[in-house]
């Protein structure tokens, strides 16, 4: 069973940077489109970032394109999003995802492409 954990939340000004960690066990990571995905209070979870799982491939939403940066690690398992620039609206519980097919980079914006996730972590940006 696939487990994801977050980590590297917190609450930061606007302006400020952060960096979120997602560590993977239980699978084989380096197969996997891992994706990110956020979700603020009163609103649906939307799309941040994803990655293919060579790195040849990287996408990001709109809103965050520039300021954010997907990465990850095959050999310690782990996927990450650097965030420069926050912004109060940057405000969520951001998720990490894997995909739910190995070597497919299909819809990698739908959640429902995804087949594990992580619990979520809080990041805050105050104005």
């Known amino acids: 069973q696939v487990r994801l954990v977050e980590s590297g939340g917190g609450l930061v000004q606007a302006g400020d940077s952060l960096s979120l960690s997602c560590e993977a066990s239980g699978g084989t990571f380096s197969r996997y489109v891992m994706g990110w995905f956020r979700q603020a209070p009163g609103k649906e979870r939307e799309f941040v970032a994803a990655?293919?799982?060579?790195?040849?491939?990287?996408y990001y939403a709109d809103s965050v394109k520039g300021r954010f940066a997907i990465s990850r690690d095959n050999i310690v398992n782990t996927v990450y999003l650097g965030m420069n620039s926050l912004k109060p609206e940057d405000t969520a519980v951001y998720y990490c995802?894997?995909?739910?097919?190995?070597?497919?980079?299909?819809?990698?914006?739908?959640?429902?492409?995804?087949?594990?996730w992580g619990q979520g972590t809080q990041v805050t940006v105050s104005s």
């Open positions: 995802a894997q995909f739910s097919e190995h070597y497919s980079a299909v819809r990698v914006t739908e959640e429902s492409s995804y087949g594990y």
């Open positions: 990655i293919s799982w060579a790195s040849t491939s990287k």
